[in-house]
């Protein structure tokens, strides 16, 4: 059924029908069909849909959008470099090394990089690099992260699908048809702040893991987060067993501090993934790490083969290059840390007063709400929390014109321009929503 409010978004949605399967050109874009967006323009912290309804954004892209949309700062560079030196040459240029030379100044856990389109991509060349640098075949991934969309990386703990009261654990299932059961030979999955459960993977398969490949801060599970002692763990078994640790930094580096994860947890990685905030929305990734490790890319015997005709464009590391820049001269942290703190108060208030049990997870410029009486300690803790209550309310909000993903698996992103939005009135319209998710129960 369409939304009779939408008339122009109905039209383009039964377009697209005839186009793209679902309508749309990735399926994480289909809402249904009463509730598929459509963007006609985005300036700041604000996205216009296709009938000119205008939201505050805290979804951002699922993050990549750090300072702003069509922030000036990072788009005139782009511009001029589209018009004083091109798009692409298939070449390198002074641009690679200036951008991973802000990396590093950045992020000490970087001594050599590679670049990359897309997280997706970074993660296929940590993890190819890893496996040629140890001659290993396994990678261990911790159930709710997310590092994109290849075969491998797309064997999920089915916690959806899970009856904690029957079944001791999830089953690992393909995340979707046409992914081969052999892509699964070399993944193991184990749960988020479980010792137990990596030392008795490593006692089974040590031997051949080639790396462990963690998000700290889960970027698709409402930003539940490692402990302190985990990651030290995952430090310390690594370095006890020739393992390298791959942190994937998609979604928190250049968001939740100029380092990253790693400079909240004090705790390096042999090899770390970006992409998303390092460009304020311009596709560009990167992976990179220790140097000896790193420099196993290359045309030599058994040397790891890396490349891309996109990678390294000048579209995309002007943008890199001119957001990296901001974030590390300014104080759009601050800024960004201070609004996103804000807004919590506010939703908290509001949580409160309708006697719902909250807590919130992560970092504030990536913050998830959950709703019960404890922060979720991995993800099938968050089978516990009242997901369905936060879906009615974020559905609320989004009519209301507060835009967010109407799943508590993802954080709300907070961007620089959120320093300026109506904190009095997003009380007024979060009271509205969640009043609403709360009569709509009875």
Not at 346 to 372: N, Q, W, Y
């Amino acid at each position: 059924m369409s939304n009779p409010n939408k008339p122009v978004t109905n039209a383009l949605l039964k377009q697209a029908h005839n186009n793209m399967p679902m309508g749309v050109a990735d399926s994480y874009r289909y809402w249904g069909e009463e509730n598929t967006v459509f963007v006609k323009s985005s300036l700041g912290c604000t996205i216009t849909d296709a009938d000119d309804q205008e939201f505050i954004d805290f979804r951002l892209a699922y993050g990549p959008i750090i300072l702003g949309y069509r922030d000036s700062r990072v788009d005139q560079e782009v511009v001029a470099a589209i018009t004083e030196r091109g798009t692409i040459s298939g070449f390198s240029t002074d641009l690679d090394s200036q951008v991973v030379e802000l990396i590093k100044l950045m992020c000490p856990n970087i001594e050599k990089m590679r670049f990359a389109n897309s997280g997706t991509e970074a993660v296929i060349g940590a993890v190819r690099t890893a496996r040629g640098f140890t001659g290993r075949n396994k990678i261990v991934v911790v159930e709710g992260g997310f590092h994109g969309l290849y075969d491998e990386m797309m064997w999920k703990s089915d916690v959806d699908n899970w009856d904690s009261e029957t079944q001791a654990a999830p089953k690992i299932a393909a995340f979707g048809g046409g992914i081969p059961e052999a892509s699964r030979e070399h993944l193991e999955t184990v749960p988020l702040n479980d010792f137990a459960a990596i030392d008795d993977v490593f006692a089974r398969v040590g031997d051949d893991i080639a790396a462990i490949v963690i998000e700290p801060i889960l970027g698709n599970c409402g930003s539940i987060a490692s402990t302190q002692e985990y990651m030290q763990k995952l430090r310390d078994i690594c370095d006890a067993n020739g393992t390298l640790l791959i942190m994937d930094e998609v979604k928190t580096g250049f968001r939740v501090a100029k380092g990253g994860a790693q400079e909240l947890y004090g705790i390096h990685a042999d090899l770390t993934t970006y992409a998303k905030a390092m460009g304020n929305g311009y596709p560009v990734a990167a992976f990179g790490g220790r140097k000896e490790v790193m420099d196993v890319i290359g045309f030599g015997k058994n040397g790891v083969t890396h490349g891309g005709t996109y990678t390294a464009n000048m579209i995309a590391l002007s943008a890199a290059k001119a957001t990296l820049t901001i974030l590390n001269e300014t104080d759009a942290y601050e800024t960004i840390n201070k609004a996103g703190a804000d807004i919590q108060q506010v939703l908290s208030r509001v949580f409160t007063k309708h006697g719902i049990e909250h807590k919130f997870a992560g970092p504030d410029a990536m913050f998830g709400i959950h709703f019960g009486s404890q922060v979720p300690h991995n993800y099938r803790d968050w089978k516990k929390t009242d997901s369905e209550l936060y879906t009615e309310f974020a559905h609320n909000l989004i009519k209301s014109g507060i835009m967010l993903e109407p799943d508590s698996r993802e954080p709300w992103f907070i961007c620089e321009s959120h320093k300026d939005i109506d904190l009095a009135k997003l009380e007024e319209i979060a009271d509205a929503a969640m009043a609403k998710a709360i009569a709509d129960r009875k």
